[in-house]
């Protein structure tokens, strides 16, 4: 673990899967990172946080951990790395960490999700971000990268505008490439996350649906086929909402997902352990979006009603 | 268990749910019934066929039960009554039954079954019969008759013409209704296939997929109305082959689903016991039917290869 003087504070709001990993890598880069546990804030305060990663392994020691909040310092930047579906406890969350310049970076997937904490912190302080990252939390403190990890940064805008590239998207960026993500700044928020949907709303879906790895979707022909088909009505909702992605990307995100290690999607997982799932965030907002723009999804619809369905029947009461 | 002099002689091929209520049935009412059974057969020689029913358990003590079809006699009329999946097994069945006059009554799920059987006896013996019948087979030989029962026949023509009510249909339908069931006659077995179909899309489909009974799937609000939702792209393929469906028709099969005794369809029974669903003829023959008349049906194509899926996934290679 380095001891370089930190250049900048982070909060991490969540140490799961994904938040568990990058702030690891910016704590490992010297970064002064303040993580927000649940269940395993003893385990890390006793034990630091472990990071089996392809790129090599690494482990934080003595990570700045916390349970509550209201004892975490105010930061330049506040990553949110919870799921969506707790996306009510932002306000109790994000209050204690927001001083006069800090920023909020929404690392969540779906549609609408800035929203939430821009009507917690302001719109001005809210940026988004994508991750193609394929890692798990195999155990308390434990954090398994597996593979991918790259990261797309955008400007929220409130409607939805594309909002160019600003100093301190670029000063974020530098950061995370200083701790060796790569990352891609974006000038158009909501296209990136339409394009992010692409690969969620087939993938996560039917990896749910069907119970089954990523590899196996794309091994047998009528899920590779089936994926091929929900993508272009990702595509449909985006350019209704006058976003357009290429077809290209599509293939080429067909071919990602062909190369990537076997991997049980984030939903999946929540889903096994009877967590609710992000389903409004990635299929709900889309579908009700895209129709207010008068363009019905209903493939894309008819995996939605099925995963309300697997919500409503599978998970306990939220807290 | 009546003794008088049997009218006419039927073969029911496969005693399972619904060969073997249909049959005992006909067994009970004094016709002369042959059953092809399978693992079956020596427990049913032993201790005959066991049915209880909502309207009164009966049984058939000493029925003709068989295990090759080459020791069956010749009949008046052979029920096909095995899964669809096994139709490749019809001139096997079928051959020894069938004198001058037989006719093959093809009580099968889904569309251009009739075809298999007519491929294998000719065209012109052919009927075919929808069954609207809640029943399982809990046991060797043992029935429970859950809910319902209604029968509609109609005569099968290879250019998928109405054809009329036949002097045959007539006959058959008779036989059945002295056994106590209801019949109606259709001059349109395309349409009554089709019809037919409207509830099983939803309801097999979904069971399968969300592992649920038939009032789980009604009880939720995202399931009922995608029920809802499937109903009304059934009948576009039905308009893509010149048939025509109500609107109130499929609001009464909701009515009729929403009243029903919790049920597990034939097809979430398949992929529970590992056997290989009637995919084909009950999703893909449809959706192919209706791609070819211009009329994609996304949503029922969006379950069609979900079950593809599964089915290549869970079962075991068929004989």
Redesign the interface.
Known sequence: MSTAQPPRRYAILGTGALGGYYGARLAHAGVEVHFLARSDVGHIQRHGLKVESIEGDFSIDRPHVHEDPADMPAVDVAAVCIKATHNHLLAKLLGPLLGPDTTVLVLQNGLEVDRDAAAVAGDDRVVGGLCFLCSNKVGPGHIRHLDYGHMTLGEYDPGRAPCGISGRLRRIGTDFERAGITVELSEDLYLARWKKLAWNIPFNG?SV??D?TTD??MA?P??R??AR?LMPEVAAGAAACGRHIEHAFLDRLLDYTARMKPYRTSMKLDHDHHRPMEVEAIFGQPVRIAAEHGSPL??I??????L???N??TTTPQP
Chains 1, 2 share one sequence.
């Open positions: 039917l649906l069907l089954a196996r979707l047998e009528p899920t086929e089936l088909l209903p493939r619809d008819t995996l939605y009603r099925q309300q369905y697997l409503a029947a």
